[in-house]
């Protein structure tokens, strides 16, 4: 039981380069998160998806866009990378089913934008 | 809407010293309550909850409880260890419609020293 796994762990992009973050969850839970954690700022919910076949923005959703693939797999897409895109992303999950509704989260993908 | 305060950090401590680290919240309804612990270089990882006012979450020696007429969470610990080195989130989930989002404080870092 892997729980939430993310790719790559690293990546060094150039501005206007786009690229997919991955994450799938071995959980069978029905909620899927992304969020990026900038240091004094916390986790910023960035889009989730509470079902499959549905996505909804969060927080910060702007330069951002998300697949929900299936149950498990839920994707970030950074279309054209800008600087102000550096920062480490995590892709978490849950189970609705009757509270009290805790997230389980990945490693991160830490992402540097030149 | 929903919001989440720390104590700011660093918080340095010798080894064996008491911890406390502060949170308070703003939200409608009966939220949940969560403090998520973030080691060096890995994604958070559950801590502790709890789901309603006088709840005790407890785990690994810590402990807090859902006041809700200060509406606090507080995070203790009698006696803290190098290996509780970490930065620690408050985190609240209003669980509200079909997926509940975590609203994140911005987290405080503690450092255990010998």
């Known amino acids: 039981n892997a729980g939430v796994t993310q790719t790559p762990k690293f990546q060094v992009l150039k501005t206007g380069q786009s690229m997919t973050l991955q994450c799938a969850q071995d959980?069978?839970?029905?909620?899927m998160y992304w969020y990026r954690q900038d240091p004094g700022m916390g986790l910023r919910l960035i889009y989730y998806s509470a079902s499959e076949g549905t996505t909804d923005k969060g927080e910060v959703p702007n330069g951002y866009n998300v697949s929900r693939l299936n149950k498990r797999e839920f994707s970030l897409r950074l279309e054209s990378a800008a600087p102000s895109q550096t920062s480490v992303y995590f892709c978490a999950s849950s189970n609705l089913a009757g509270g009290p509704y805790e997230q389980f989260f990945g490693p991160g993908t830490r992402l540097t934008v030149l | 809407g929903n919001s989440v305060t720390q104590m700011e950090g660093p918080v340095t401590l010798s080894e064996e010293a008491f911890l406390t680290i502060n949170c308070t919240y703003t939200?409608?309804?009966?939220?949940?309550l969560f403090w998520y612990v973030q080691y060096p270089g890995e994604g958070l990882q559950l801590l502790l909850k709890?789901?309603?006012?006088?709840d005790k979450g407890s785990n690994k020696g810590f402990e807090a409880t859902y006041r809700k007429e200060t509406t606090s969470f507080h995070l203790e610990k009698g006696s803290v260890q190098v290996s509780d080195s970490a930065v620690y989130f408050c985190?609240?989930?209003?669980?509200?419609?079909?997926?509940?989002?975590?609203?994140f404080g911005t987290g405080t870092r503690l450092q255990v020293t010998l």
């Open positions: 939200a409608t309804g009966y939220p949940s």
């Open positions: 985190a609240l989930s209003d669980g509200a419609g079909t997926a509940s989002k975590l609203t």
């Open positions: 709890a789901t309603k006012a006088d």
């Open positions: 959980m069978n839970h029905n909620s």
